[in-house]
């Protein structure tokens, strides 16, 4: 069978008092034996789940007709015997709703809906008799599985008269003494989900109280199963800016869409939590979630604390809480509070006493007076927000507007409730999406940067390196944030590269020069232009610079394009970097559309429900036929929904014709496991029709390829989940250990490079690596990064390079034949940094140098070792007395050099990009071995010099004319890989070649492409070349000549 689509109504859960109980409590009332309302125990007294109707003449493939997963899995007993007062009966169990039945009824409920705590929850405060009529009260629930899947309940407590639920007492005036007092019963109807619609059901569950009130009690069930039958009609939006609306009269309700896949579903006040404490205060509790402390929240209201506590969890996305989380615990469960784990709960304030003398180490918060503090001291001793990010979501919050009120100034009165509930939503909506915004930047802003220290090839988070690039006083709070489980989790996405809210804006709020640093080589420093506009750190006091020295990051120079668009953070730590006040936040908001279904039919009559399904198709195809093509996202969201509803009405060759269109519109909302199941329980008949027609047999073949790839995945043994911590290594190493710990470390991924490094360092010893040489050479890698961050440069000398350019190595002070300064090497030149009164001095462009030679220069009885370059164009040489440096620089600038000729004639920043890599592991060798053969250890890794030497690559001059710009396949790549398909678009739309890249590839492709059209504004008048590897799965763009 195939597996439902997902609905609104998981179950509908009537609990309140036995018809038993109650008739003995009324009699007692009656007789002046009891004069207070007695307090009874809670039980289930129905259970409605779908599907509510099936096909008259059954058949093994049918499916039922409703939006719903739930499958009969397990039976629930009601027992109840006539005319006989019943044993005491425990939570969970339920009392039949026909008195004269001593039958046994089965009743299906969801295998994870636990009906034994579902009794207190519904009356968490206790099901208590009243002797007048009260109000309606609603509160939420939510429910969390073993695996941490959380399942939503909305419940409605309504008051009956205790006479009325009494059999006949309706119809039997002569049973009526209005003389004697009257008593009412609590019944509490439960509508569970597996979504978060609390607004939406809520006002489902106050037009069924309309319609209950007089309705006699003897049509209570059949009013409850249609009421239940008519949820399970309704289908989910998929992701996007298409709502739902259906008609529960007399409200019209609305089903607001996620925004994205992978966001959530908001149905929800999200300004309640500022409304109830202050902005300091409301940092504080957030703080204290990152950190997974044991909270409490206490309200005298039980809906506001499922509320609240939703709130500030939506706050923390795209970080997902992983403890226990139960917002409302009853009376009766408040030992939950001992439980020695992190976990977030909610009490009644009426327990807040109780549990603050009686529990240690909790944080209570107090809604209603919007206070926190600690059960063990008036004072939280815990870690605050980095200040910087704190201000900054202080100074945005702070630009709120919290009430409607003012909304509705210059707006006359509404004579339609509907109408003024549409203007309320959209101004929730739009007052909803302003705090996302805030709180997202507020999340960025704490752990900006954090992909620069993960390695995805072996999944490794370097977290020491991580705490060191934070300001020192919020190292304490980044610690205990880097050891709770809501930040592995994150990690873990991280590492998966999932592209969410906090990936979009972590990217459209970094500098431009970083985003576009990947156009034609990869720096692994801060450019200088940078540095000038955010401060040097060369004046800080000497243990801050050791500080900065040892804990600085040098992300992988061999990344892929799109690792690079992150590129190295500034010198000041990234927990202090403010954002300009709204940048990032003006996401553009998409027009929402509202899909009305048709009125409900009858809903328990099988026909009734398929005429239903009918006329939702049809609907579907008329806003199919009337939207216009280039509105693609929401011509896909129709066809979704039209592929529900043909699923769950059995045209399954329908159904997989919509789904397949999706592949044309927008795949991210494509439903695989669905379509999948749909697939597999096709009949023969079916089976073979669908082969004959041709779109559905393509998306038949590419789900098998899909499912081999799959089974192909896990058989590799990649977990996705699993994260490694960065650490040194604490024993010698073979050549296979070494380089999978110079992977790890970050410092480089190609093997080839990492083979020639492990040569270098152990030249003259056994070929294996100790741990002391290793710490020693991974120790001068990073000071030499963060030497080269604390050079200071003057305006005068910042206008003569260009703004992308960084300095990579800076010899000591040093004389030339053009001045005394320091040698500073950029990926582009070296030139002068002149001592005294700073100054530029251009040395030479690496494409510019004709010969590099070691030379000595006359020092009174002396020669000095000394480094000589001719440059084109220019008569004299220039010398420097490099000393004991002059060996190391011959080599680096002879591998820039080499590098520079061999990207120039291949049309390939990245030979030079690699030169780079290999001038500044020959720094490291040398300053890690420390002896007379360390000169010639370097030289191992003089590789591109080597090959200019040996076998010069020439390039045919007509590739050499007509090729613009070459972008190497297998950069991503630990070693290279074969292309296997080339993809070539004469002049097409760049939004077009991104519309079919998606198609053949998904969310990767798309990524790539982007990358690749934002060169394209660089390489004007170029065609776009897209490659895949079915070897690697990786997925390329090459920019070629229009010539071609």
Sequence with gaps: ?????????????????????????????????????????????????????????????????????????????????????????????????????????????????????????????????????????????????????????????????????????????????????????????????????????????????????????ADFEESMKEFSAKLSLVPIPPSGQLHVSFSLRPLQVVLPSREDQDGPIIDINLHLPFLSFSHATLLQILSCLLQEQRLVLFSCDWARLTLVAECLLLYLQPLSWQQPYVPVLASGMLDFLMAPTAFLMGCHISHFEEVAAETEDLILVNIDEGLIQSSWAEVIDLPAIPLTAAESFISRAESLQLHYDLELCHLGSATDPNILRCQRRDWQRRLNK?????CLELVVNIFRGVQDFLNHEHRVFNSEEFLRSREPSDQLFYKKVLETHIFHSFLRDRLNRKQDGFSRMEQSTRNLTHRNRAVTDLPRRPPMSELARNGYSSYASPDHRLSRRLGASMPNLDQSVHETLAAISPVRPASLRKMTPDIGLKFPQKAVKVFHLPEFPPPLAYHYVQNYYSEMVARLGR?????????????????????????????RLDALEDFQSLYKTDSDIFPLRMVKSLVDSLPEAERLQADRRP??????????????????????????????????????????????????????????????????????????????????????WKETEAEAQEVCLPASVLEHIEASECVFKLSSSVKTS???????????????????????????????LEEVKVSSAPFLLLRIPSLKLRVRGRRETFEANLKTETEL???????????????????????????????????????????SKATYAASKLAHFDRIKMEVPMMVPRTTAETLKHKINPS??????????????TPVLDLKEVLSRAKRRNGSETKTCIESAISRKQTFKGSRLFISWSNVSGSIHAFLHHSCL
């Excluded at 302003?434 to 805030?438: F, L, M």
């Design 434 to 438: 302003q705090i996302q915004n805030i």
């Design 971 to 984: 950069l991503e790549l630990a070693t290279p890989r074969a292309v296997d398909v080339l993809l070539y």
């Design 1 to 217: 069978m195939a597996e439902l689509p997902s609905g609104l109504l998981e179950a509908c859960v009537v609990v309140g008092a036995s018809g038993d109980k109650l008739r003995d409590v009324y009699q007692l009332h009656q007789q002046k034996k009891s004069v207070e309302a007695p307090l009874l125990d809670a039980e289930v007294l129905q259970v409605h789940i779908p599907p509510f109707v099936s096909k008259e003449t059954s058949s093994s493939q049918a499916i039922g007709p409703a939006f719903s997963r739930v499958q009969r899995r397990r039976s629930f007993i009601k027992k109840k015997r006539r005319d006989r007062v019943p044993d005491p009966v425990h939570n969970g169990e339920a009392a039949n709703h026909s008195e004269g039945s001593s039958t046994t009824e089965d009743i299906s409920v969801p295998k994870d809906l636990d009906l034994i705590a579902l009794p207190q929850l519904c009356f968490p405060g206790g099901l208590q008799l009243a002797s007048e009529q009260r109000e309606d009260a609603y509160h939420f629930l939510v429910f969390t599985d073993l695996f941490g899947n959380r399942t939503h309940g909305v419940v409605a407590q309504y008051h009956r008269s205790v006479q009325s639920c009494q059999d006949g007492a309706s119809q039997n005036g002569h049973r009526w003494n209005s003389s004697k007092s009257r008593l009412f019963t609590p019944f509490a109807v439960c509508v569970i989900s597996k979504f978060p619609y609390y607004n939406a059901l809520r006002d489902c569950l106050s037009c069924l109280l309309v319609q209950l009130r007089p309705a006699r009690h």
């Design 623 to 651: 806003a199919i036929n009337a939207t216009p093509p280039d509105e693609a996202a929401l011509l896909a969201r129709y066809h979704y929904l039209r592929g529900l509803v043909n699923t769950v009405s059995n045209r």
């Design 889 to 931: 620089w011959h080599l680096m600038v002879k591998e820039m050099w080499a590098g520079r000729d061999m990207a120039d004639q291949h049309k390939d920043p990245q030979y030079m990009q690699q030169a780079l890599t290999n001038a500044l592991l020959m720094d490291a060798v040398v300053g890690s071995l420390q002896s």
């Design 695 to 780: 779109e559905l047999k393509r998306l038949i073949s590419r789900l098998k390829r899909d499912q081999e790839r799959e089974l192909e995945r896990r058989g590799s043994g990649h977990e996705e989940g699993a994260i490694k911590r960065f650490q040194l290594p604490k024993k010698y190493m073979q050549l296979d250990e070494f380089v999978k710990c110079v992977q790890e470390s970050g410092m480089v991924k190609d093997q080839g490079t990492i083979q020639r490094l492990f040569d270098a360092l152990t030249v003259g010893h056994q070929k294996q690596v100790g741990p002391d040489l290793f710490r020693v050479f991974y120790t001068i």
């Design 818 to 848: 053009r001045g005394v300064g320091k040698i500073a090497m950029t990926q582009r030149r070296l030139f002068l940094l002149t001592e005294g009164r700073p100054g530029y001095v251009e040395v030479a462009q690496y494409r510019d």
